[in-house]
């Protein structure tokens, strides 16, 4: 009875995360409408920001209770979720064309960012230091990317917006889908832990599958919308600069909070990240993400799941 319970709470937490994402983006999204900001600064800052706000929930819960590898392992799975799932099904609804910014600046900056982590990694622990100097990049990332949203703001014509939803419903939409989305991580964090130990999987398995895939539902779901009405900027942006915000502000702020100890199986699913990251730029930078990259993706993430499930269970070894 107390399992059935937690699995209840556990699904309720996870509608509150992506109502509450809804919610957020909503909101901040007809602000920046109002403020004239590109579609792909958006995409990289506010609806980036807000579909990450769930993994920064989760992260947090989880650093201050001391479950490391939900942690690692939900920043990293979420990462491998967005680059496969969320891009793969987005482009496989219809061809996602790929802005010159973030060819230029964004994906390679992610990259990096992800080679770094590696490299942290590889040292079994990441320490106070190590996440401050994540934050550190991470507001160098998001300077660079409002000084060029107020520069393209600035040679914006000063025609009226149009009409949209009041002032005061986007502040109560950006407030409560905040709310929802703290409320929601700390359900999902402690109801996921119980039934992990219940079902004998590891504190890094649910990090990296139940957790992750549930935090990337908003980033999934945002995307898909955005792609749908041809706003394939919002779409593309909405995916680096998660991942981004992912790896930056919500592992380094964890991190500063509360050291991580490190497991040899993050360190693995780290570099696979790395890989898919390196694969993902001949489509990327080809400035076109087709059906059939997608397809792949999407294949390539089924295969992925069932590694990480089997090394979980002892059917492959690290």
């Known amino acids: 009875m107390q399992l059935l319970l937690n699995a209840?709470?556990?699904i309720a937490g996870f509608v509150l995360l992506i109502k509450g994402a809804d919610a957020f983006v909503d909101g901040a999204s007809e602000v920046s409408r109002r403020l004239k900001i590109p579609p792909v600064i958006v995409g990289l800052t506010i609806v980036a920001f807000g579909t990450s706000l769930p993994e920064f929930a989760v992260s947090l819960s989880a650093a201050f209770s001391g479950s490391n590898?939900?942690?690692?392992?939900?920043?990293?799975?979420s990462?491998?979720?967005?680059?496969?799932?969320?891009?793969g099904f987005s482009a496989m609804f219809v061809r996602l064309p790929v802005s010159s910014s973030i060819i230029k600046k964004d994906y390679p900056f992610m990259a990096a960012i992800t080679l770094v982590l590696l490299c942290v990694f590889f040292d079994g622990s990441m320490s106070r230091a190590n996440g401050l100097i994540l934050v550190v990049f991470f507001i160098f990332f998001l300077t660079y990317t409002v000084r060029g949203a107020l520069k393209a703001r600035s040679g914006a014509n000063?025609?009226?917006s149009g009409e949209g939803i009041s002032t005061l419903k986007c502040l109560l939409s950006i407030v409560l889908g905040?709310?929802?989305?703290?409320?929601?991580?700390?359900?999902?964090?402690?109801?996921?832990s119980v039934l992990a130990v219940a079902l004998g999987m590891s504190?890094?398995?649910?990090?990296?599958?139940?957790?992750?895939?549930?935090t990337s539902l908003p980033e999934l779901v945002t995307s898909l919308v955005a792609a749908k009405k041809g706003e394939n900027d919002i779409s593309i942006g909405n995916v680096v600069g998660s991942n981004i915000f992912n790896i930056c502000f919500v592992l380094g702020l964890s991190t500063s909070i509360h050291p991580i100890n490190i497991s040899p199986e993050i360190v693995i699913d780290t570099a696979i990240l790395l890989a898919i990251t390196v694969l993902m730029a001949i489509p990327v930078f080809r400035k076109k993400i087709g059906r059939i990259d997608g397809g792949a993706m999407v294949l390539a993430y089924a295969a992925y799941l069932a590694y990480i499930i089997m090394r979980n269970y002892g059917v492959m070894t690290v």
């Open 8 to 10: 209840v709470l556990l």
């Open 69 to 77: 590898g939900i942690a690692a392992g939900n920043v990293v799975g």
């Open 79 to 87: 990462n491998i979720f967005n680059s496969l799932i969320v891009v």
């Open 158 to 160: 000063d025609e009226p």
């Open 178 to 192: 905040a709310a929802g989305i703290i409320v929601g991580g700390d359900m999902v964090v402690d109801n996921a």
């Open 203 to 214: 504190d890094t398995l649910v990090g990296l599958t139940i957790v992750s895939v549930g």
